[in-house]
Nanobody, 124 residues
Framework: QVQLVESGGGLVQAGGSLRLSCAASGRPFSTYGMGWFRQAPGKERDFVAA????????SYADSVKGRFTISRDNAKSTVYLQMNSLKPEETAVYYC?????????????????WGQGTQVTVSS
């Protein structure tokens, strides 16, 4: 069992930056593939970014490439999402997820564990 707790969300103006953190506890974090997803009101949960268990590979949604960076610190059992040049349409609840398969997954299916989410609001 893995427990995930996100933090770092908040209110930011368009063009601003936020850094989300996801702290994991439970089974060895270092073997899990990790991902970030987001869900706006009335919309489906969308893939944002993913990173493999070593941190050597990552993947991003086209809409965030060049602006968002996913990283992990296995010693701290934490995964991060640095978000720059934020846009109002990126207002959503951001979720952290963990997959026992330590690869990269852009769809929700392989992720067995999810955090409670953190609200990100980007004002125009």
């Amino acid at each position: 069992q893995v427990q995930l707790v996100e933090s770092g969300g908040g209110l930011v103006q368009a063009g601003g930056s936020l850094r989300l953190s996801c702290a994991a506890s439970g089974r060895p974090f270092s073997t899990y593939g990790m991902g970030w997803f987001r869900q706006a009101p009335g919309k489906e949960r969308d893939f944002v970014a993913a990173i493999n268990w070593t941190g050597s590979r990552s993947s991003y949604a086209d809409s965030v490439k060049g602006r968002f960076t996913i990283s992990r610190d296995n010693a701290k059992s934490t995964v991060y999402l640095q978000m720059n040049s934020l846009k109002p349409e990126e207002t959503a609840v951001y979720y952290c997820a963990a997959a026992r398969d330590g690869g990269i997954w852009s769809n929700p299916g392989p992720y067995e564990y999810w955090g409670q989410g953190t609200q990100v609001t980007v004002s125009s």
